[in-house]
């Protein structure tokens, strides 16, 4: 089945708004025309609206880094599926790696996230990925499985659709040590074939999976060269526009 190659910038925490805009005036320039890969970013919450008007009209899509299972109440510091929704927001980033590591995100509340998500009409990217010690310990598989069962529980083959799933090994992430295309691609493989057996092998081949760990102009065209990359999850690399763009335009290259 073919699917629709997708980068996205993880803009993390970085970019005030003035440098958001500046950014993203920029990037809907470099990116313009580009029909055959689509493109998203996640600037930092602060940013999202002046972003989202900006980004009107452009194929440029817009995602949070997070969002809170509730709809409204009172949950300080928090920010409400409906509040994204109401600002255009595509995606939702949800279960990365850094929230679970410093904010205390668990397969559990990273589910709840999902499903919350998904009732507001927002589409997931739903990330997961091993620690270094799991990969030397050879736990890397029952990770990864172990986060796909608890993060998917529940979640009805009839939205499942509307997930991204970023693979982004802990290790590759922000050491500028890229996972080599073979060894993504073995976890992509493994990816789809455990979603093959939680929903149905039609529904697992039109997921699309993203690669996320020190992705780069340099080393994208690898790893989109393998049969289960569909896409990549971008950090440092997304905060310029002429490295995010060179990304996006894979393709050209
Ligand atoms: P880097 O591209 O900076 O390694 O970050 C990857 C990432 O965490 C994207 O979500």
């Not at 397969?107 to 799991?134: P, S, W, Y």
């Not at 659709?161 to 993504?184: H, L, M, S």
Request: charged residues 25%; glycine residues 10%; aromatic residues 8%.
């Amino acid at each position: 089945m073919k699917r629709l190659p997708f980068i996205a910038g993880n803009w993390k925490m970085n970019k005030t708004v003035g440098e958001a805009l500046e950014l993203v005036r920029e990037l809907k320039a470099s990116v313009q025309g580009i029909e055959d890969v689509e493109a998203a970013i996640a600037p930092p919450f602060t940013a999202l609206y002046p972003v989202s008007q900006e980004l009107k009209g452009s194929s440029l899509h817009l995602a949070s880094q997070n969002l809170f299972w509730e709809e409204k109440g009172a949950f300080t510091g928090e920010i409400s599926p409906m509040m994204l929704k109401e600002i255009d927001c595509h995606y939702a980033i949800i279960g990365h790696s850094e929230r679970r590591q410093y904010f205390g995100e668990t397969d559990e509340t990273v589910n709840r996230r999902i499903k919350a998500a998904f009732n507001h009409g927002l589409k997931v990217i739903f990330c997961i990925g091993e620690m270094l010690q799991e990969r030397e310990g050879g736990l890397t598989f029952s990770v990864i499985e172990r986060q796909l069962d608890g993060g998917l529980k529940g979640v009805e083959e009839n939205t499942i659709e509307e997930i991204v799933i970023a693979y982004e090994p802990v290790w590759a992430i922000g050491t500028g040590k890229t996972a080599t295309p073979e060894q993504a691609e073995e976890v992509h493989q493994f990816i789809r074939q455990k979603l093959g057996r939680l929903y149905s092998k039609r529904t697992s081949e039109g997921i699309r999976i993203q690669y996320g760990g020190s992705v780069t102009p340099e080393n994208i065209k690898g790893l989109m060269a393998q049969t289960n990359i569909d896409g990549a999850l971008v950090g440092g690399a997304s905060l310029n526009a002429e490295s995010f763009s060179r990304i996006v335009r894979f393709k050209e290259m």
